[in-house]
């Protein structure tokens, strides 16, 4: 398999909506093409972001679905020693939990799929971005 991609919440969130620039990379990672990686944390955000749009029931949904999925769900504790060295490296220009995506970005050598225009123009070994900008 030669892709991997990482999913960060904000993509999650466009996956659910139905955006079509998802699309093609969830049907990748359906069919076996790619890989696809979700941290727990990027879940974890995605459903309490979800409870307080629609409700904790659809929340629970989502979570079920996608941990059923083919998305490799990855627990963030064996990246932490990394991440806060990203964190401390980028301070303001990323949350923790954008340091630990890095971190599980640059462990499995794949492209982060993000919302974040922060991470437009980062340059670490291993790793490569696709940002999809949210109006």
Sequence with gaps: MA??????????SLHIEGDVRVRPLMAEVARGAAEGIVMDLSLTELQYNLCRRVGA??????????????????????FLDMAW?????YRD????ADCVLLAV????ACRILTTDSAFENLK???????VFPVP
Excluded: W
Excluded at 3 to 12: H, I, P, Q, R, S
């Design 3 to 12: 892709k991997t991609y990482a999913f960060d919440t904000g993509v999650l």
């Design 57 to 78: 029931k659809a929340a629970e949904m989502e979570g079920t679905r996608i941990r059923k999925s083919p998305l490799r769900l990855v627990h963030s504790s064996p």
């Design 85 to 89: 060295r990203f964190k401390c490296r």
């Design 93 to 96: 220009r990323f949350g923790l």
């Design 105 to 108: 970005a640059q462990v499995n």
């Design 124 to 130: 670490e070994p291993r790793v490569s971005v696709r």
